[in-house]
T-cell receptor, first 112, second 116 residues
Framework: AQSVAQPEDQVNVAEGNPLTVKCTYSVSGNPYLFWYVQYPNRGLQFLLK????DNLVKGSYGFEAEFNKSQTSFHLKKPSALVSDSALYFCALMDSNYQLIWGAGTKLIIKP | DAGVIQSPRHEVTEMGQEVTLRCKPI?????LFWYRQTMMRGLELLIYFNNNVPIDDSGMPEDRFSAKMPNASFSTLKIQPSEPRDSAVYFCASSRRTGGNTGELFFGEGSRLTVL
């Protein structure tokens, strides 16, 4: 069965420190993986995706994600966190019908 | 482009009333999705359309929920009669499945529904 998991409900990081939001997946075949961000009282916004190629994917707002096939992970990263990065982050996996399977979301809190 | 437009942004109604949520997708997008978001259940796909045709409505919780897409630029999600447990934020999203755009959904700002 295809699935995606975000093991952390919340991640707290001090401003200026690197951040990581974790995502693991389960799929037979090659995964198509996505990250979306949701700011308070807003809709979700696409950040980045992995389809094939380089394992390090760069996206919007300075975010990047590292695809690791052996660990079945697709962690979201940023070298230096900003307070404005505080939001809800969703990892998603595309299924065989080209539809997205969503993780539960991780609340990222960046403290000044 | 104005993005996906949803209305109303907020709706407060009483149990038993009919609620209609509206969505205008991005021009040229051939997929339209309705999602519901709650604290308890997270993000749930209710139904999606391709070229105005409903493809999968297995996420629609009950017969009280219905969705239509009469043309490429308009969709509605109707709840009749509404119940307090329907209180949630309802999102509409659209996408265009061509080339590298697959999987990139564009979301509206959502309609926050409160049923008293």
């Amino acid at each position: 069965a295809q699935s995606v998991a975000q093991p952390e409900d919340q991640v707290n990081v001090a401003e200026g420190n690197p951040l990581t939001v974790k995502c693991t997946y389960s799929v037979s075949g090659n995964p198509y993986l996505f990250w979306y961000v949701q700011y308070p009282n807003r809709g979700l916004q696409f950040l980045l995706k992995y389809i094939t190629g380089d394992n390090l994917v760069k996206g919007s707002y300075g975010f990047e994600a590292e695809f690791n096939k052996s660990q079945t992970s697709f962690h979201l990263k940023k070298p230096s966190a900003l307070v404005s990065d505080s939001a809800l982050y969703f990892c998603a996996l595309m299924d065989s019908n080209y539809q997205l399977i969503w993780g539960a979301g991780t609340k990222l809190i960046i403290k000044p | 482009d104005a993005g996906v437009i949803q209305s109303p942004r907020h709706e407060v109604t009483e149990m038993g009333q009919e609620v209609t949520l509206r969505c205008k997708p991005i021009s040229g997008h051939d997929y339209l999705f309705w999602y519901r978001q709650t604290m308890m259940r997270g993000l749930e796909l209710l139904i999606y359309f391709n070229n105005n045709v409903p493809i999968d409505d297995s996420g629609m919780p009950e017969d009280r929920f219905s969705a239509k897409m009469p043309n490429a630029s308009f969709s509605t999600l109707k709840i009749q009669p509404s119940e307090p447990r329907d209180s949630a934020v309802y999102f509409c999203a659209s996408s265009r499945r061509t080339g590298g755009n697959t999987g990139e959904l564009f979301f509206g700002e959502g309609s926050r529904l409160t049923v008293l």
